[in-house]
């Protein structure tokens, strides 16, 4: 009874934490909501992993109910979605999830929301985004308005699923939450499929726009799928000058390797060094001769 009645309490800590989050949202011009809207995901997600099943659903549920009656329209579908990916991640961890597949289902959901917020929300209101993308086609005359808001949906959906995953371990930590461990940093392997991907993506796009004459939906989809390899390969860039910090104790320029990765530009040696890892297994073969 003692434990039913902690919970409970601790439920209405998080409620009212979520409370205040809202109040700040309004008071301060609607930030949370347009800058870190993954705020609004950390209390019912710390709620979710520490307490039991029927107590964070009524915490969520309440924490919805709330926005309702306090916050503003377009609070709701922020904070809703939130409050969703919150929940369930906080599932996956009282449910000994890996790392990674909880990170992979958060950001899944993040891009879902934030499709959900460019395409459909743009169409509701009748927002007219052309007059906006002609400054952006001056520096990227290929890439279509479809492509590029689906590439930003893309973009921003991963680093909010990498806000709320990195916050939640942080504070899950704190709090002396049991979780399954991280993995190490060389125990996640390179593949040569994202490489073989990009080759062939790449090909199909030079012929479509260069020897084919192919519809632009189609030249569109081929650079973003493009672009997702991109990504993919700049991240193994990054495991791969990560292990070399680890392996040759230069942890200071770990900060480096791992900035260097988000400057455009500077970005294509990180992409070419995780291209090269995939089709060579170069870090694998460095750690095995290291360790001989």
């Known amino acids: 009874m003692n434990v039913r009645t902690n919970q409970v309490t601790q439920g209405a800590m998080y409620c009212a934490l979520y409370g205040l989050l809202l109040f700040f949202n309004q008071q301060l011009g609607l930030i949370v909501e347009t800058s870190l809207p993954c705020l609004f995901s950390l209390p019912i997600l710390v709620c979710s992993a520490k307490s039991e099943?029927?107590?964070?659903?009524?915490?969520?549920?309440?924490?919805g109910l709330m926005t309702l009656l306090f916050g503003a329209f377009t609070t709701w579908f922020y904070s809703w979605t939130a409050i969703l990916i919150g929940f369930l991640?906080?599932?996956?961890?009282?449910?000994?999830w890996s790392m990674m597949k909880n990170f992979v289902f958060?950001?899944?959901l993040s891009i879902m929301t934030n499709f959900l917020i460019i395409f459909v929300w743009a169409k509701i209101f009748d927002m007219e985004l052309f007059e906006e993308y002609k400054m952006i086609q001056t520096y990227l005359p290929y890439v279509s308005l479809?492509?590029?808001?689906?590439?930003?949906?893309?973009?921003?959906?991963?680093?909010?699923?990498?806000?709320?995953?990195f916050m939640g371990i942080l504070l899950l930590r704190k709090?002396?939450?049991?979780?399954?461990p991280m993995k190490s940093i060389f125990e996640i392997k390179s593949t040569i499929y994202p490489a073989l991907a990009s080759i062939l993506i790449w090909g199909?796009?030079?012929f479509s726009a260069n020897v084919l004459e192919c519809s632009q939906e189609v030249v569109g989809l081929l650079q973003l799928l493009w672009l997702m390899c991109y990504f993919?390969?700049?991240?193994?860039?990054?495991?791969?000058?990560?292990?070399?910090?680890?392996?040759?104790q230069k942890r200071k320029l770990a900060f480096l390797a791992t900035l260097g990765a988000m400057i455009p530009g500077i970005q294509w040696i990180w992409v070419l060094i995780g291209f090269i890892d995939c089709l060579f297994h170069i870090r694998e073969k460095i750690f095995k001769r290291i360790t001989l």
């Open 204 to 206: 199909l796009y030079y």
């Open 175 to 180: 709090l002396r939450v049991d979780m399954v």
């Open 146 to 165: 479809q492509t590029f808001m689906a590439a930003f949906a893309l973009i921003l959906g991963l680093l909010e699923g990498l806000c709320v995953h």
């Open 106 to 108: 958060c950001t899944i």
């Open 89 to 96: 991640y906080g599932l996956g961890i009282r449910k000994k």
């Open 232 to 248: 993919i390969l700049d991240f193994y860039g990054v495991i791969v000058l990560l292990s070399l910090c680890v392996i040759f």
């Open 53 to 63: 099943k029927n107590i964070s659903w009524i915490v969520a549920l309440s924490m």
